[in-house]
């Protein structure tokens, strides 16, 4: 089993910064890509920004130039920064990890809890 425990949501005022941080551990051989997503309220979960495990981005459009996905391949962990945030950036933010189970050898896809991130003065 694998679990990702993310971290760093929270209430920030419109203009400010996050960093959500995302660590994977457990029964792990390899992680390829990882990634943020976010389901606003009535909203369907979409994709925020991804990074396969070379370093290659992908970001939705309504963030590119505002947030930044890198990852540490050594922690099993990816980060997320998050600048000039907007109200409509509200929304749980989950992590997800394409992984190699170091048991089977299967690749599996896990999501973590999700952490809320609120954007309101």
């Known amino acids: 089993q694998v679990q990702l425990v993310e971290s760093g949501g929270g209430l920030v005022q419109p203009g400010g910064s996050l960093r959500l941080s995302c660590a994977a551990s457990?029964?792990?051989?390899?992680?390829?890509?990882m990634g943020w997503y976010r389901q606003g309220s009535g909203k369907q979960r979409e994709l925020v920004a991804a990074?396969?495990?070379?370093?290659?981005?992908n970001y939705a459009d309504s963030v590119k130039g505002r947030f930044t996905i890198s990852r540490d391949n050594a922690k099993n962990t990816i980060y997320l920064q998050m600048n000039s945030l907007k109200p409509e950036d509200t929304a749980g933010y989950y992590c997800?990890?394409?992984?190699?189970?170091?048991?089977?050898?299967?690749?599996?896809?896990?999501w973590g809890q999700g952490t809320q991130v609120t954007v309101s003065s």
């Open positions: 990074i396969t495990r070379g370093g290659r981005t």
């Open positions: 997800n990890a394409e992984v190699i189970d170091l048991d089977s050898g299967s690749l599996e896809r896990y």
């Open positions: 457990g029964s792990i051989f390899s992680i390829n890509a």
